[in-house]
Nanobody, 119 residues
Framework: QAQLVESGGGLVQPGGSLRLSCEAS????????MAWYRQAPGKQRELVAA???????NYADSVKDRFIISRDNAKNTLYLQMNSLKPEDTAVYYC?????????????WGQGTQVTVSS
């Protein structure tokens, strides 16, 4: 069992920056792949960025060169540094953890944090 708690969302002007954090409880963090998803009103949830347990990263095309995903295994914390924010980045951002315990795949979600980009 694990819990994921996001923080760091808020209101920011276009061109601004925010850093989201996701703290994980339990013993899964260093062994699981982690990711950030987002869901805008009326749209499906989409993958923003992901990082494997080994540190390999991938990004959605819409955020490449603007967002950076990172993890601190010692602190059980996942980060998303968001720069050059645009109004279309407005969404609820969710932290995700995915991994296996033996043959069983586990998937965990945080409660989400709102990011609003507006002047």
């Amino acid at each position: 069992q694990a819990q994921l708690v996001e923080s760091g969302g808020g209101l920011v002007q276009p061109g601004g920056s925010l850093r989201l954090s996701c703290e994980a409880s339990g013993s899964i963090f260093s062994r699981y792949a982690m990711a950030w998803y987002r869901q805008a009103p009326g749209k499906q949830r989409e993958l923003v960025a992901a990082i494997t347990s080994g540190g390999s990263r991938n990004y959605a095309d819409s955020v490449k060169d603007r967002f950076i995903i990172s993890r601190d295994n010692a602190k059980n914390t996942l980060y998303l540094q968001m720069n050059s924010l645009k109004p279309e980045d407005t969404a609820v951002y969710y932290c995700n953890a995915a991994g296996y315990e033996g043959p069983t795949r586990f998937l965990y979600w945080g409660q989400g944090t709102q990011v609003t980009v507006s002047s």
